[in-house]
């Protein structure tokens, strides 16, 4: 596979119409160090004779270096969606999580590799009244895909149980073999409503076709303060969850430095009319990022 590096250029029109350009893909052959990048976004650069405020690049520590050693980007941000990214497959890693997932991706993979199984599921969704939906298989590099796939397979759960129950259509030692415990569906059941407000915020703030800016800090807190917080009700692994990818957030996203009114992301919402009065931020962040924009 040819290692590839694209440029994109995002700007508004003289009649304020967002618009993104593809400037440049081209094989980068050469290592990807922070010079070589550095060197390629130059090039793109004075190429297009661009004036650049900010970029907007993956979590890599050579990109991160990259971005320093341009002298042409005066500021620079790390992708929200990728930083979510890492933040969520913290949690998914957690041992009783990540087995939880791995079995319920055995069902699925089991499914889209039995012709067998297929046609036996979808007999058994006409029969139950469910909805005549495929499974999905999830993607190691995209989270919200595993949500996609826990989402599903929970849906379809009584069909796939009537299917890998049935000595017909499924062998004795695959049937042991997919088996998922109770506790396992409980955890399924448990772990939905708390990635779903977390893929929602994720394709809102990777979205191309508005500015996302702006919705960072707002939903980034309330994920923080409210879909995270810990319940009664909640598994020791789902609290667990909870817990971890809040730290994870307040980290890489740093929501409790006194650097956040600073920040661009701040200063974007300060100029967004459904943000601008930082309701979000505790008041002497709020008196200090408003202080900071009048200046």
């Not at 900010?54 to 979590?59: A, L, Q, R, V």
């Amino acid at each position: 596979m040819d290692p590839y590096i694209t440029i994109t250029a995002h700007y508004i029109t003289d009649t304020w119409e967002l618009k993104s350009r593809v400037l440049r893909t081209t094989i980068m052959p050469e290592r990807h160090t922070a010079v070589n990048i550095a060197q390629r976004l130059k090039e793109t650069i004075e190429e297009w004779d661009l004036v650049v405020f900010c970029t907007i690049h993956d979590n890599a520590s050579s990109m991160n270096l990259a971005m320093e050693l341009c002298e042409q980007f005066p500021h620079h941000l790390g992708c929200a969606g990728h930083t979510i990214q890492l933040a969520i497959k913290a949690g998914l890693h957690l041992p009783e999580i990540a087995k939880t997932i791995d079995a319920a991706r055995r069902v699925v993979s089991h499914f889209h590799h039995s012709s067998v199984a297929v046609c036996a599921l979808k007999k058994r969704q006409e029969q139950l009244g469910v909805k005549v939906h495929k499974l999905q298989n999830d993607c190691a590099t995209r989270w919200n895909s595993t949500f996609t796939m826990l989402e599903r397979l929970y849906e379809q759960r009584l069909p796939v149980q009537a299917v890998l129950a049935d000595e017909t259509v499924t062998k004795v030692g695959i049937r042991r073999s997919l088996a998922m415990r109770e506790c396992q569906w409980e955890l399924v059941a448990q772990l939905i409503p708390v990635l779903r407000p977390l893929a929602k915020a994720t394709t809102i703030m990777c979205g191309e076709n508005h500015v996302g800016l702006s919705f960072n800090y707002p939903v980034l807190l309330n994920m923080a303060n409210n879909t995270l917080s810990a319940n009664e009700s909640d598994l020791a692994a789902i609290r667990s969850f909870k817990n971890t990818v809040r730290k994870e957030l307040i980290t890489r996203f740093k929501l409790l430095s006194r650097l956040l009114a600073e920040s661009i992301p701040i200063t974007a919402c300060m100029l967004d009319p459904r943000f601008k009065h930082l309701k979000f931020l505790p008041d002497n962040l709020r008196e200090e990022a408003q202080a900071r924009l009048t200046q």
